[in-house]
């Protein structure tokens, strides 16, 4: 049992005796005292003022004295304007630190039939495109959520909705019509994504240039828009695709192929992946279904130009378009049909949609929507909603050409990776095997933990060299630390060191700090299911691992002499290893046991 919980059951067990009030032991939950205050635990006494009839302080101080009498865990305590700060004796926490040890899985909750199925969609690449840094962010942030969900005893199914068909598709396909004398991504030697992503930058540099002329020619820049060939043709493209015309549904077929050929690719070497893929061109008929089901019942409504509409007033916004005049759906649409399909292909409690910032006002119309469709969910949708990825030159444009590519950002961290890691001497005496290995897991990991560790509604300005770094806040400074801690108990096994018989060793005061922080782990990943925020999991974790260098630094281990000591110290090791292992594995993010 956790020392939480053992002060729980206490505190419960005293208000009764004390004042005769039934208080759950579960509805109880001791907080860490704040560091300026002395205790280890601390009970906040106030639910219990009203019906004792006496001051908070006067509560405090009699539930406190009954701890100290009765409870061989607490040595004594203080009470401070109504919180109990309780001190745990220094040998108890042997048991706290065993209790860790003989829990398998420590920290995460199984789930089991009758636990709630919770969906979570990230990553909605288009097939225009190859995955850039805002995907990264997208990526990590919605695998590292599942997995948190996950240890949080919920069912999870991880999906995917592929933005595979719109105007947008249609640009790359007729550029690679018109410019691309049938290559191929083998022909090229380029994987098919940036292949693809280079036949879209080239529609809109010939676009622009078409518009130029012209403007040129007196056109104002709205006539010039509607006036350009190149983007009627793409226009008559979509309409075609949308008429199944069997030469551009191939043309798109094959693209697509390429691309998906390539998001395979870099989904992999990212550490992320999906349960379920959905592709919006198997999703928006089924949209344009449930919008016309609603229109029959009265839900929506039509214009007289053709087009649908839902009215959005009597809560608080505007008109939503849903189908357009000519009956093509809108992003809207789609999504209605794509959580049509969901909830026909699983009974979900609960859907979580990891979507940036700037489409906010889209998931609170889609919320709307859905119940007002009949979805049971659609009312509690969750719109994860994360700030933007800057980089210190500002943002990044797709049309342009602009962004960071995803596959040449791991590229260039993982030989960043390689070039600071050999410089301080970490690599030495590796084969290249192992160099290659340990770089890749630094490079990417350091990716990771710089756009994870940040509270996931902020914008984030990201530098890569500031990710790599072994000191400070970073994903690599938590795997040295991860590797130091597996060289010390590889060396303890060398030299025929046993851990066992600590049991009655009273730990100091570095050793006591760094077993609550690990007592602190389970709730740290509840806090973080319930917030849906992997800061929490990634901050925890330095803070950890700062613990530990400090019990590191301060307490010797393998040169302790005290059998029992040098146990106790080595347990600690053992399991700050396999905590930090676990954390970080909530995050997508690998820890090396040798650099």
């Known amino acids: 049992m956790s020392i939480d919980s053992i002060i729980a059951q206490a505190v419960s067990k005293a208000v009764k005796e004390l004042y005769g009030i039934d208080t759950p032991a ?32 006067a509560v405090g101080q009699e539930i406190g004295a009954w701890l100290e009498a009765n409870e061989e865990a607490v040595e004594k305590f203080n009470v401070v304007k109504g919180f109990l700060n309780i001190t745990v004796a220094p040998k108890f926490w042997n048991s706290v630190l065993g209790h860790i040890a003989d829990t398998p899985d420590y920290g995460l909750k199984a789930a089991d039939a ?54 947008h598709i249609c640009k790359s396909m007729l550029a690679w019509q018109k410019w691309g004398e049938g290559v191929t991504p083998e022909s090229a030697g380029k994987k098919g994504d940036h292949l693809i992503g280079d036949f879209y930058v080239l529609f809109d540099k010939h676009y622009k240039a078409e518009l130029k002329a012209l403007e040129e020619q007196g056109m104002t820049k709205e006539e010039a828009e509607a006036a350009s060939p190149l983007m009627k043709e793409a226009r008559a ?3 075609k695709w949308e008429q199944k015309d069997p030469e ?75 189908l357009r005049s000519d009956g093509t759906s809108v992003y809207m649409t789609q999504d209605i049909g794509t959580a049509k399909l969901r909830y026909e292909d699983y009974p979900i409690d609960k859907m979580i949609y990891v979507v940036g910032n700037e489409q906010n006002y889209h998931f609170q119309v889609l919320s709307i929507l859905l119940d007002r469709l009949g979805f049971k969910w659609g009312k509690d949708l969750v719109h994860f909603s994360y700030g933007m990825v800057e980089l210190p030159e500002g943002k990044m444009k797709s049309r342009e050409g ?67 770094d072994f000191n400070g806040n970073t994903g690599p400074f938590i795997q040295y630390t991860y590797a130091r801690i597996c060289s010390v108990l590889r060396k303890a096994e060398d030299e025929g060191m046993k851990i066992e018989g600590y049991s009655n060793v009273a730990p100091g005061e570095r050793e006591i700090t760094l077993i609550q922080s690990l007592a602190d782990f389970p709730a740290t990943v509840q806090a973080a299911g319930q917030s849906y925020s992997p800061a929490l999991i990634a901050n925890y974790i330095y803070d950890l691992v700062k613990s530990y260098n400090q019990f590191y630094h301060d307490c010797s281990i393998l040169k302790e002499s005290d059998a029992a000591k040098r146990s106790l110290r080595l347990e600690l090791s053992r399991q700050t290893a396999r905590v930090v292992k676990t954390g970080m594995g909530l995050l997508g993010i690998e820890v090396p046991e040798r650099m």
């Open 237 to 239: 493209m979509l309409v």
């Open 248 to 322: 551009i549904r191939a043309l798109w077929e094959t693209m697509n192929s390429w691309v998906y050929a390539g998001f395979d690719e870099t989904y992999k070497r990212m550490g992320v992946n999906f349960d379920k893929i959905y592709y919006e061109s198997e999703t928006y008929l089924e949209g344009k279904g449930k919008v016309l089901e609603g229109l029959e019942a009265g839900k929506m409504y039509r214009k007289e130009d053709g087009s649908v509409w839902a009215d959005l007033t009597g809560e608080g916004l505007d008109h939503k378009l849903l």
């Open 114 to 167: 009758n636990s709630p199925l919770v969906m979570v969609e990230y990553s909605s690449p288009n097939t225009n495109k190859p995955l850039h840094l805002g995907h990264i962010r997208n990526n990590l942030l919605g695998f590292s959520l599942a997995e948190i969900l996950k240890a949080c005893g919920n069912r999870v199914v991880k999906t995917n909705i592929v933005n595979d068909r719109g105007i």
């Open 26 to 57: 579960e509805t109880i939950v001791p907080q860490a005292t704040r560091k300026e205050f002395e205790g280890n635990l601390t009970v906040v006494v106030f639910p219990w003022v009203k019906a004792a009839r006496k001051a908070p302080d």
């Open 402 to 468: 602009t962004v960071v590519d995803a596959d040449d950002l791991m590229d260039d961290m993982v030989a960043t990776a390689k070039t600071v890691s050999a410089e301080l001497g970490k690599l030495d005496g590796l084969s290249d095997e192992e160099i290659a290995r340990i770089s890749e897991m630094v490079g990417l990991g350091a990716l990771k933990y710089f756009l994870l560790k940040v509270d996931p509604r902020k914008n984030i300005t990201f530098n890569p060299k500031e990710s790599i």
